[in-house]
């Protein structure tokens, strides 16, 4: 039996006349972590702010956790970084996190401790007493971060929680994002695919204020692999075309699409053959091709842009 | 929200106001300005003119000229200072409270820090905890200047008098009634607009066209001069004679604006985006 953490139905929100959330329906389970994806301008800050409670809806309903956005009974339970957000400039981080601590109902004992775990988990431990406004762009990003760990929410909102960060820093907080999302749920929206691709289950897509797709990774007959070839180095440029006819001739294999960058994606059926992509390699060493990546499953990419670039090719 | 809940989380936003006034640099710099204007008032107004108060042939003066406006009721405080201290401080501090009180929301709304706090705080009580923080602050102005208005009293005659000190207390508590529906009516313009600047902009021109339209108004309907009566600091007039802890009785109605100040503050803050 489903457990849904956030339940929203025939949600609509309009600026004026721009309709920019129109009948978005979904739910999410508890324990799930979901990408929110879509175009600048798709209506993710705004499903955000209305899930937060910062904006109000027009119509449709929301559910978090069986209350209403805003209530009462969410505070401490619900924790968000909402994109553009800043920290008193004024105030040490760590005073602004145990102040919001003890709105959460901490002891001031309780609110400091915590504040000096959640900076330890952003790896700022050692700026507890640092202003704000003295902090780097991508610092103040992860104080922001570190705010939304405090307690033990149940419901984690992210909104673009790496834009920012250097290399370092963003596979440190998709590391913790993980790490986490085996307490709690959550929401991620972001821009890289490849960060989603690696932390979440589930994949909200927006596009023009509708939801096209709600699906979790498909268990399907018809498995894929994702393979790119190395170039450079003394590897030889495979021609696409002889690419993918040498592996359209293994066994089980339905279709092989060439990509750019001597990317191809392989869709074969698994139950014909059980070592599929043993026999994938030996037929690359036998051409005297080299790999440089090789994957099992669609990207995410591939699931959500593949079709609509074919038809945009089409067209 | 439960009551319990309510009046923690305005303490804590009242301690945070507090902590903004005595640890920040920038609430420093608000009791630095503060310790330099009552410093040049009390050094050059007040002292000086405490002893013009004390001299018999002014205060017969006084009594002739103001008797009928009980003005001369001013003299019956039980040091000149704190006469000259209380009418400066009536006229100056509403004033001065509009520019004092004006980024109650709006800095952190368009800094986006509410939106930190409205997820473990409802908006009443970010209203009421930011009001109630702003006079806490103005409380302790108005103790600090009064303390020293005492001190220079207490260096003129030598002693200080409890009736000296029974007053000045009357006289803060008074002057914090004054200043709550002036605080209120920034709390309504911070919630609605995007900076303190614009807040405090919007807090002058309305107080302005609702005089002027008063004014022109009473000029062809002169029994809707009662009207006056209900505009904030209305009853700044009645208290400069007053004396004694009596005089609490005219709170009532600046009591009354400021309840309703904060309920229309409460609700374009609960119907704003953040």
Known sequence: MTNPIIKVDQLVKSYGRHRVLNNISFEINKGETVALIGQNGAGKTTLFSLLC????ADSGSMQLLGEQPGSQALFGKVAALPQDAQLDPAFSIGEQLSFYGKLQGLTTRA??????????????????????????????????MAQAFIGSPALILLDEPTAGL?????????????????????????????????????????QDGQLQQHHAQPNESTAHLS??????????????????????????????????????????????????????????????WQYKQLSKGKSLEQQLFARKQAATVLS | MSMMLLLRQIRLFSQVELSRLWLTRRGLMTLAATAVVWFFLLRYAIAPASEILQEPNFQKSLTAMFG??????????????????????????????????????????????????????SRTAIVLGRFCGQLVVQLCLILLSLSATLIISAVRQGSISWQAIEAALLISCHLLIVLMPFTALMTVFSAWARSSRLALSLAIVSLGLVFG????????????????????????????????????????????????????AQQILSRRAL
């Open chain 2, 213 to 264: 339209l008063l004014s022109w108004l009473i000029y062809h309907q002169p029994d809707a001069a009662f009207l006056l009566k209900y505009m904030p600091g209305a009853q700044i007039w009645q208290l400069i004679p007053a004396q004694g802890w009596q005089s609490l009785q005219l709170a009532a109605l600046p009591l009354a604006q400021t309840a309703v100040l904060l309920l229309i």
């Open chain 1, 166 to 206: 250097d290399p370092a820093n963003a596979l440190h907080i998709r590391e913790l994002i993980s790490d986490l999302s085996q307490h709690a749920s959550f929401l991620i929206s972001s821009h890289n695919i490849f960060e989603l691709e690696r932390l979440c289950n589930k994949v909200l897509y927006l």
């Open chain 1, 111 to 144: 609110a400091r401790a915590e504040t000096e775990r959640v900076l330890a988990l952003v790896d700022l431990a050692g700026h507890y007493h640092t202003k704000a406004g003295a902090l780097s762009h991508g610092m103040r990003k992860r104080a922001c």
């Open chain 1, 53 to 56: 409670g910062y904006l109000k």
């Open chain 2, 68 to 121: 009928m406006l009980g003005l001369h009721q001013l003299l019956n405080w039980p040091a000149p200072e704190l006469t000259l201290y209380w009418m400066l401080s009536l006229i100056l501090l509403p004033i001065l409270c509009l520019a004092f009180t004006a980024n109650q929301l709006s800095g952190d709304a368009a800094r986006g820090t509410l939106r930190f706090i409205s997820l473990r705080s």
């Open chain 1, 227 to 288: 393979l790119q070839l190395a170039t450079g180095n003394g590897a030889a440029a495979a021609d696409a075309d002889e690419v993918c006819q040498q592996l359209r001739q293994l066994a089980g294999v339905k279709e092989v699409t060439a990509g750019r960058n001597q990317e191809y994606q392989v869709s074969y059926q698994p139950q014909v053959v059980d070592d599929f992509d043993i026999r994938l390699l030996q037929c690359l060493a036998a051409n005297g």
